[in-house]
């Protein structure tokens, strides 16, 4: 059967706190509601299970579509979903109010999934940052999903934040929303140039982070790692062997038990982007059909 196009799909959940939990939003008032953009492909067939694919650091959904198609090829049922300040979602681009925001905005994502695949079992994938929130599901809800696969984790993420000093301490005050860069040399994501020039290229693409959303997201790095070992749903690591935005290194030395590693050799950072793709994706999907 051939795959169907994606489907564009809007959940409305509720505002944030500054901490990350949940606000009021009871009605459709400004700052009530936040919409998030969510790409969904139906499987080929009677569905395997559903996958979600979480995104990195100033990435969208929209550019992991031609992996998703592969991987309904197989089976299985695949959401996208562009977390909070990213893509097509509403929010303040590249802020995140923590992880307790995107824990809670990935549940909501799990539990639409659950809606149309009652009985599905179901696998998060996550790259670089997104492989980083995508562990901190796994750990916060035990025996939810079938399978982990970390694409590429970011177990230091690196920023540019902004430090006044000196004079102009008083001048330029710094807070939670204070926006600072991701830092990210297109040419360190992958090796293959339709790639580079795409991601250049790409109007959703942004090198915005905010002082709390970074702060959190390497808050959520260090407790990951200190706890990978405390899952118990299996869990595969691709990581390319040249990697400059993570270490390669940090994720062997992680692996073991029910955590492999697979290193893609020569591969830099965004996997799915790079000059072998074909076969990591292939890899990707013969590993979750297995665990499903």
Do not use: N
């Not at 549940?107 to 996550?126: C, F, I, M, N, T």
């Not at 750990?139 to 902004?162: D, N, S, T």
């Not at 926006?179 to 580079?196: E, W």
Request: proline letters at 5%.
């Amino acid at each position: 059967m051939p795959v169907s196009e994606p489907l564009t799909t809007y959940l409305e959940l509720r505002e944030s706190t500054d901490e990350g939990e949940e606000g009021a939003g009871l009605s459709h008032r400004a700052g009530g509601l936040v919409l998030l953009h969510v790409l969904e492909l139906a499987a080929s067939g009677e569905p395997r299970g559903g996958v979600t694919i979480v995104h990195d650091a100033g990435d969208h959904g929209g550019r992991y579509v031609d992996a998703a198609r592969r991987l309904a090829e197989a089976g299985l049922a695949v959401a996208l979903p562009d977390l909070r300040g990213h893509g097509r979602s509403e929010g303040e681009r590249g802020h995140s109010a923590g992880v307790r925001e995107v824990l809670r905005d990935l549940k909501a994502v799990q539990e639409h999934l659950s809606y149309r695949l009652p009985v599905a079992p179901k696998v998060l994938v996550g790259q670089g940052l997104g492989a980083i929130w995508a562990l901190a599901f796994a750990l916060e809800h035990p025996g939810e999903l079938a399978g982990l696969v970390l694409l590429a984790p970011v177990w230091e993420p690196r920023f540019e934040l902004p430090r006044p000093a000196g004079l102009f301490r008083a001048l330029k005050k710094v807070g939670p929303r204070t926006p600072g860069r991701i830092g990210r040399d297109p040419a360190t994501l992958s090796r293959a140039p339709a790639a580079v020039a795409a991601w250049k290229a790409d109007a959703l693409v942004h090198d915005v982070v905010t002082v709390r959303a970074a702060e959190q997201a390497q808050a959520c790095a260090r407790a990951g790692a200190a706890r990978l070992a405390e899952l118990t749903c299996p869990v595969l690591i691709l990581h390319g062997s040249a990697d400059t935005v993570s270490d390669a290194q940090k994720s062997r030395s992680l692996a073991s038990g029910a955590v492999e590693l697979r290193l893609i050799e020569g591969a830099l950072h965004d996997l799915l982007h790079e000059t072998q793709a074909e076969a990591t994706l292939g890899a990707l999907r013969e590993w979750i059909v297995a665990r499903l």
